[in-house]
């Protein structure tokens, strides 16, 4: 028997304190247990909603694949030989020679070379945009020992270009772009020797060469081209001179196949893309050939890092697009 007029430990004060202390203790931890399987709700939510985008775009890329097939688009059912992508430009671009519009995309420009297994030799690098219904060709060359022609009638003469096109048959079109100064450029037919007055451009010196800049119609191209950088080493005609290019010169199936974004394909992606959302549809070189909607900073974490939604690529399985 305990003591008369004695209270237990669990009558106390001391006791009920305790319990609401646990009490307290108990809200943090069933709020974070609350807080994850929330977490785990939106994110396989989220998940779900990008896998039913993902089937809905697939089955638009197939819809645009079947319209171009039908209007008979040839090159939709080729293998891709050496693509060059052409960007979008979205400002103007002035014809100097200069580098001025092409800054921000000068890491992502394609470096050809006369020789793989020879660091010293003719070597360019080069860019592709497109604004309206013009291509525009950013060339830069690394050539130190520079030769210019002697004169209008022997273009050949002196270091040059070479601009193949889709010809008739199997035989390609081919153009010879050169100049007998720096400046503007004068484009000839190969066989002909007639100017083509649609294509025009600028050359400059660099420190390393020189470097052109050029603007021909889309129409003339049908998204095929290849680029040659021929470099005189002598006046001597008959001396063996240098080339590199994009790919073959001579035959239509040789020419490099331009990949340019799908605007109808981005329209239609639209449909599906929501205020924060992005969708990116990509060929399997990794070529973007549509994208829709866009990414923005919705708050910033304690640590400062912005917090986005995700975005979602889809890699297709058409080799030729």
């Known amino acids: 028997m305990g003591e008369p007029g004695k209270r237990h430990f669990y009558q106390g004060l001391r006791f ?50 079947a319209d171009r097939l039908q209007t008979g ?14 960007h979008p430009i979205e400002q103007p671009v002035q014809l100097d020679g200069y580098p001025d519009e092409w800054q921000m995309l000068l890491g992502q420009r394609r470096h050809f070379r006369a020789s793989e297994s020879n660091p010293a030799a003719l070597s360019f690098d080069l860019l592709l945009g497109f604004r309206d219904d013009w291509l525009y060709l950013f060339i830069d ?6 030769l210019y022609a002697p004169s209008e009638d022997k273009p050949a003469a002196g270091d040059h270009l070479l601009l193949a096109l889709p010809g008739r048959g199997e035989r390609t079109r081919q153009y010879l772009i050169g100049t007998l100064a720096p400046g503007w450029v004068v484009a000839r037919d190969l066989h002909s020797g007639a100017a083509q007055a649609d294509i025009r451009g600028e050359w400059q010196e660099t420190a390393r060469g020189y470097s052109v800049e050029l603007r021909l119609p889309l129409q ?5 081209l290849s680029v040659g950088v021929v470099d005189i080493n002598t006046s001597d005609p008959a001396a063996p001179s240098s080339i590199a290019s994009t790919s073959g010169l001579q035959l239509n199936a040789n020419l490099s196949r331009i990949v340019r974004p799908s605007t109808l394909m981005a329209q239609r992606l639209n ?51």
Do not use: C
């Open 73 to 86: 688009d040839q090159l939709a059912q080729r293998p891709l030989i050496n693509a060059l992508y052409a």
């Open 220 to 224: 003339r191209v049908a998204n095929q």
């Open 271 to 321: 449909q599906l893309t929501k205020t924060n959302g992005r969708i990116r549809v990509i060929n399997q070189q990794r070529l973007v050939i549509a994208q829709s909607g866009g990414i923005k900073p919705l708050a910033s974490s304690p640590g400062g890092d912005p917090v986005s939604y995700t975005h979602l690529t889809l890699p297709t399985t058409i080799p030729s697009w």
């Open 141 to 146: 060359v690394t050539d130190p020992a520079r």
């Open 16 to 65: 009920k304190l305790l319990l609401v202390s646990l009490t307290l203790l108990a809200i943090p931890w069933s709020g974070y247990h609350y807080l994850n399987d929330m977490e785990a709700f939106l994110r396989q939510t989220q998940e779900q909603q990008l896998l039913e985008r993902a089937e809905m775009a697939a089955k638009l890329l197939h819809l645009e694949m």
